[in-house]
């Protein structure tokens, strides 16, 4: 499979009380076409940074090089909250990525909405409402939805069901991993969850300190783990799902 | 909940202030019982009647009438101020917000040195340039009143636009303008709305205090802080001639107050 994304010598420094502090620092990784490529992590890792950097959202401090082989990679954000615009209608949202591009006419926008509403499993009558008036769950689909309408090759789901209760994570999971057959998409899955990482993901990084620390297939790393610090990973979760 | 009741009695009331204004504005506009500027030397300083329920000044004038279109000058001047106040602070805080770099630091530093010169020689300044009269205290007070909106408008803009949804619609190739017109813009209003009625209120006291001191609207024409100043003379004999005016820009401003405190916050 060729790469979708290859991440070289990569490095995110922030300032923290003036010293320079690295949220990222040295990663190299590949992402190869329509693979789902685990991230996992303690909090505060450098995840989040890493996956703004890539996408070069994040600019300043950052070092290395990102090549995408993929046009308009997306992203779908940790809190679904803050990543709907809370003036707008969630029809209005929707439309806003084929909207920018300006290519399809409002009735084929629609039609496109539509369409994509059925595959993440919303109502229609969705379309009129605001994201406040939401669930978490809802919100959450909704952002997936969007950040699949331009139909990308690649998506980094930055966390995407952290911020939910445990059987709407289950059903927003099943949703990325059937989306994920259905499209084909590359995804770059970030979770401090092992678990959910083992679920969803092919191959698996570790992070620690903002560095890699180890890489491989799922199988490898979950039951042959090479690093110290992935060891006493694996072994805190295998006490943890025994209970 | 009792926070909730205060803030509906308090809604309650700003709205009944603002509406006795409304109402003396209107009718400033449509019919006043006298010429606000008609002298009747026989009516000098009369009293309190049901002829003249306020009384009338040193030159006979009435001076509810003169009151009722003193209302109208003071809410057309903060209102064309807060105009002023709020378009230009819109344009510089959304520019310097967005872009942040060196517009930000050239724009702001401009901002500072407005904000640290008086507003009353920076009127004296334009009002000595354009030679006094209503449309210079406007533009005066205009400039006078940019930069505070310029600041909170850039404060907001630079929380909104780190938003995770912001970062969304940049992936999806919307252009600098998109962004800010469609996904920045709208969700300003609630900031807007507290920082208007504020805004308005610091016009009022502005615009007053300017005519006091003879920098906005001329003699004799009302204004109700020229009628404070007119009223300075008289004030032993005849202090009506300066309790109605103020009593009308203090209620104006408990109003907007009142008002802008209860809507604080409420979505
Ligand atoms: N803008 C910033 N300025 C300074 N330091 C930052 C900034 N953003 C992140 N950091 C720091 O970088 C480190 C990594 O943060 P990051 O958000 O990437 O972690 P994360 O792995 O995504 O954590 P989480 O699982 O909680 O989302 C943290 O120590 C954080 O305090
Ligand atoms: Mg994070």
Redesign the interface.
């Known amino acids: 499979m060729a790469n979708i994304l290859e991440v070289r010598n990569l490095s995110v420094e922030f300032k923290k009380d003036k010293k320079p502090f690295f949220a990222v620092s040295d990663v190299s990784f590949d992402v190869k076409e329509g693979e789902i490529l685990g991230l996992a992590g303690e909090s505060g890792c450098g995840k989040s940074s890493l996956s703004?950097a890539i996408?070069g959202?994040q600019k300043k401090g950052v070092t290395g090089s990102v090549k995408h082989f993929a046009k308009?990679?997306?992203?779908v954000?940790?809190?679904p909250a803050?990543?709907?615009?809370?003036?707008?209608k969630i029809g209005f949202i929707l439309e806003?990525?084929i909207r920018?591009?300006g290519n399809f006419d409002k009735a084929e926008r629609k039609r496109r909405v539509k369409d994509m509403l059925k595959k993440v499993d919303l109502d229609e009558e969705i379309l009129d409402r605001y994201p406040n008036e939401l669930s978490g769950g809802q919100r959450q689909r909704v952002?997936i939805a969007?950040?699949l309408m331009?139909e990308p090759k690649f998506l980094i789901a930055d966390e995407p069901v952290s911020a939910l209760d445990v059987t709407v994570q289950s059903q927003i999971l099943e949703l990325l991993k059937r989306l994920h057959k259905e499209l084909g998409i590359a995804i770059l899955f970030i979770s401090h969850d092992l678990r959910v990482v083992y679920n969803l993901c092919d191959r698996v990084m570790v992070m620690k300190s903002g560095k890699i620390v180890e890489m491989g297939e799922l199988q490898d790393v979950y039951f042959n783990p090479q690093h110290p610090y992935t060891k006493s990973l694996m072994d805190a979760a295998k006490t943890k799902y025994l209970k | 909940m009792d926070k909730t009741k205060t803030r509906n009695v308090k809604f309650i009331l700003g709205l009944t202030l603002t509406g006795i204004i409304l109402v003396m504005m209107i009718a400033g506009i449509v019919h006043t019982p006298y010429d606000p500027m008609a002298m009747d030397l026989s009516a000098k300083l009369e009293g309190v009647s049901f002829k003249h329920i306020m009384g009338c000044d040193n030159f006979g004038r009435d001076i509810f009438s003169r009151v009722l279109v003193g209302v109208r000058e003071t809410m057309f001047v903060a209102a064309a101020v807060v105009f002023i106040g709020t378009f230009v602070g819109i344009i510089i805080g959304t520019v310097t917000g967005y872009f942040g770099g060196w517009v930000d630091e050239i724009l702001m530093r401009f901002n500072d040195a407005v904000l640290a010169f008086p507003s009353v020689l920076l009127a004296l300044l334009v009002i000595g340039i354009m030679g006094g009269g209503t449309k210079a205290l406007i533009i005066a007070l205009g400039i006078a009143f940019v930069p505070s909106f310029a600041r909170i408008i850039r404060g907001e803009v630079l929380r909104i636009r780190n938003l995770d949804y912001i970062q969304c619609v940049r992936l999806y190739g919307a252009s600098h303008l998109r962004i800010i017109v469609v996904h920045i813009l709208p969700n300003l209003r609630t900031v807007l709305l507290s920082s208007v009625l504020i805004g308005f209120n610091n016009a009022v006291l502005a615009e007053a205090g300017m005519s006091y001191l003879g920098m906005g609207a001329q003699p004799p024409y009302p204004s109700l802080g020229l009628m404070l100043s007119e009223a300075q003379g008289v004030i032993y004999s005849n202090p009506w001639n300066a309790v109605f005016p103020g009593l009308v820009i203090v209620i104006m401003i408990l109003g907007f107050s009142l008002l802008s405190d209860s809507l604080e916050k409420k979505t």
Do not use: Y
């Open positions: 703004r996408l959202i308009r990679p997306q992203m954000f940790q809190d803050g990543s709907l615009n809370p003036s707008q806003e990525p920018v591009k952002c969007a950040a331009q």
